[in-house]
T-cell receptor
Framework: GENVEQHPSTLSVQEGDSAVIKCTYS??????FPWYKQELGKRPQLIID?????GEKKDQRIAVTLNKTAKHFSLHITETQPEDSAVYFC??????????????FGAGTRLAVHP | DAGVIQSPRHEVTEMGQEVTLRCKPI?????LFWYRQTMMRGLELLIY????????DSGMPEDRFSAKMPNASFSTLKIQPSEPRDSAVYFC???????????FGSGTRLTVV
């Protein structure tokens, strides 16, 4: 089955710096890669996703890149702000013919942005 | 839409008691997922349903865990009997097809003493 590795487990940056979180996946059939942000005591919330037919996607200060050959994808946050502090999860899935995704999550990265 | 609704938000129970967690998915979503989150094991997929049918329950840790989805708008996760090691946050999530990601509920924080 699919396995997702996520690094680093913790990341500390100064406000205004960039943050990069990397994930690798094992199943070459995986075709959907979302990223979730979870603030303390809250639910995971989808912040950006990318599909296997796209190499990069950007939404304001966040971007995701995908390298299908190497089976890894990354989250980039630019101009970080204290409110970006949270745990970030990557995930990978394969769409099934029945019309559903089965998401397998990485272990998470705890990002701390210091003023 | 009110999103995915879970109840209760918090549950404290004594070891050996039965616990039932409830989930109402977003109307129109055809898939429902139960996850367990702990510091040690992260987000673990327990079981998921597609069109109310259980597809894969290989993540259910033991026979003490069971889940049902009697209709498209309701699902339960039951633990009987509960044990202290079951203490975790249990999330329900729903999705539609393969186009969109999951929407998570607010979770149920279970404490078994």
């Amino acid at each position: 089955g699919e396995n997702v590795e996520q690094h680093p487990s913790t990341l500390s940056v100064q406000e205004g710096d960039s943050a990069v979180i990397k994930c690798t996946y094992s199943d070459s059939a995986s075709n959907y890669f979302p990223w979730y942000k979870q603030e303390l005591g809250k639910r995971p919330q989808l912040i950006i996703d990318i599909r296997s037919n796209v190499g990069e996607k950007k939404d304001q200060r966040i971007a995701v890149t995908l390298n299908k050959t190497a089976k890894h994808f990354s989250l980039h946050i630019t101009e970080t702000q204290p409110e970006d502090s949270a745990v970030y999860f990557c995930a990978a899935s394969t769409g099934f013919s029945g019309g559903y995704n089965k998401l397998i999550f990485g272990a998470g990265t705890r990002l701390a942005v210091h003023p | 839409d009110a999103g995915v609704i879970q109840s209760p938000r918090h549950e404290v129970t004594e070891m050996g008691q039965e616990v039932t967690l409830r989930c109402k998915p977003i109307s129109g979503h055809n898939s429902l997922f139960w996850y367990r989150q702990t510091m040690m094991r992260g987000l673990e997929l327990l079981i998921y349903f597609n069109n109310n049918v259980p597809i894969d329950d290989s993540g259910m840790p033991e026979d003490r865990f069971s889940a049902k989805m009697p209709n498209a708008s309701f699902s339960t996760l039951k633990i009987q009997p509960s044990e202290p090691r079951d203490s975790a946050v249990y999330f329900c999530a729903s999705s539609w097809g393969t186009v969109y990601g999951y929407t998570f509920g607010s979770g149920t924080r279970l404490t078994v003493v």
